[in-house]
């Protein structure tokens, strides 16, 4: 493959080409480039030494007012912060407690997440000395099958937020209801629920006890941040588990770098007007829906959200018989051969479809974008 790298900067030098990520926010994907304002936070930051926990404590308790929930722990990523709130909520912050996590020394260790929620992430609990149940089946839960499995033993319920996630689960409301009932503690994943940045109020103001966000996703912050949000009395318990105390959180490290950039993030995400956010992202769409115009076989349409339901438009292609693509492995295959490379969304159960997504490319990417959709599917093709 051919390399796209900017002379003299460090991918040139590693022999690292630039990709352009039209898939989603993916992780693997490195995060793109950070806002300026991002930049100069990790930058000041980044001038003296600081008492960390001081520092830590003073931007947890800055993100909780802006965000309007009681308390905020700045982690290493999502996946860190369900880990520590599971521990939190398992261990407490008692330090014998904390000391013995994750061989916690209570049967009360079971988290329970609905079979139809089960994903990658679930094992996050594990790490934390956690006992994964499965509520229901994969086609639904009920809510005595929740019941059901709740008992003395269990420690909280993890929930999933996200479209692909919600099909065939609980609701939210209905898991609220059943927890408050049984005095459980309900912490949810809404890791990728950005934008809008709302967000990040709706969940823990519905009545869930913690709600977990990625920083390097939706929000545009540094890639290994992470927010825990919500109840000081919950909060409080995961941060007696996390960095720099000598607990298990001592291996999911955040720098004073990292936690002032993802402040600043947090800020510049609060501070847009989603609804101008949204018609740049849909102009954006528009002009690569017109780049299809013309192409054989190909229907080109635009969807109203990001794949787990985030507040961005998407355009979404599907692919005809007689397409100059066979099919969706064969376009993003074609993509990722253009130079630079091209991730292009996908969707496991659609074959013949593929997504251009304008929330992770940048600007001056949609004119290689355009010319790649030309090039491989323009009216010359068959
Ligand atoms: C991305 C993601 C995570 C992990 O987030 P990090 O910030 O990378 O740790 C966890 N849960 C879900 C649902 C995700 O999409």
């Known amino acids: 493959m051919t390399m796209t790298t900017v002379a003299g900067t460090i991918y040139a030098r590693l022999g690292i080409s630039r990709v352009i990520n039209a898939a989603d926010t993916f992780t693997a994907l490195g995060g793109g480039p950070l806002p300026e304002p991002v930049l100069t936070a990790m930058r000041e930051a980044s001038t003296c030494h600081i008492q960390l926990v001081d520092l830590l404590d003073a931007i947890g308790a ?9 308390a905020a722990l700045v982690t290493s990523g999502a996946a860190t912060a369900i880990t520590l709130a599971v521990a939190g909520a398992i261990a407490g912050s008692d330090p014998a407690a904390v000391e ?13 997440v609905l079979c139809a929620q089960r994903n990658q992430y679930d094992r996050m609990l594990r790490l934390a000395g956690g006992r994964l149940v499965v509520a229901g089946y994969s086609d639904g839960t009920a809510p005595w099958q929740l019941e059901a499995v709740i008992s003395e033993r269990t420690a909280a319920i993890l929930w999933f937020a996200g479209s692909q996630f919600e099909n065939y689960a609980l609701d939210l409301d209905r898991v609220l209801g059943i927890a408050r009932r049984t005095g459980v503690p309900v ?12 967000n990040m109020r709706l969940y823990t103001g519905l009545g869930a006890d913690a709600v977990a966000f990625s920083g390097g996703k939706g929000l545009r912050g540094p890639q290994g941040t992470g927010l825990l949000l919500g109840r000081g009395e919950f909060v409080a318990r995961a941060r007696a588990h996390a960095f720099p105390r000598p607990a298990i959180g001592r291996a999911m490290k955040v720098s004073k770098e990292d936690a002032c950039g993802l402040l600043a993030a947090v800020e510049l995400a609060l501070s847009l007007d989603q609804d ?32 787990l339901g985030q507040a961005y438009p998407r355009l979404r292609v599907d692919l005809g ?20 490379p091209i ?23 949609e004119a290689d974008i355009v010319e790649a959709i030309r090039t491989i599917f323009g009216r010359d093709k068959k």
């Open 321 to 340: 018989p007689d397409a100059a693509a066979a099919n969706a492995d064969a376009a993003a295959a074609a993509f990722l051969a253009w130079t630079p």
């Open 187 to 198: 912490i949810v994943d809404a890791a990728a629920q950005i934008p809008p940045a709302a």
């Open 100 to 112: 013995a996590t994750p061989d916690h020394r209570t049967d009360r260790r079971e988290v329970v």
């Open 276 to 307: 101008a956010e949204y018609a740049r992202y849909r102009a954006v769409c528009e002009r690569l829906e017109s780049a299809f115009a013309g192409c054989r076989g190909v229907n080109a349409r635009i969807v109203p959200l990001g794949n």
């Open 62 to 70: 800055r993100i909780a007012e802006l965000t309007g929930n009681e």
């Open 343 to 365: 991730v292009v969304g996908r969707d496991a159960l659609l074959p013949s479809t593929f997504f251009l997504n304008p929330f992770t490319f940048e600007a001056d990417e």
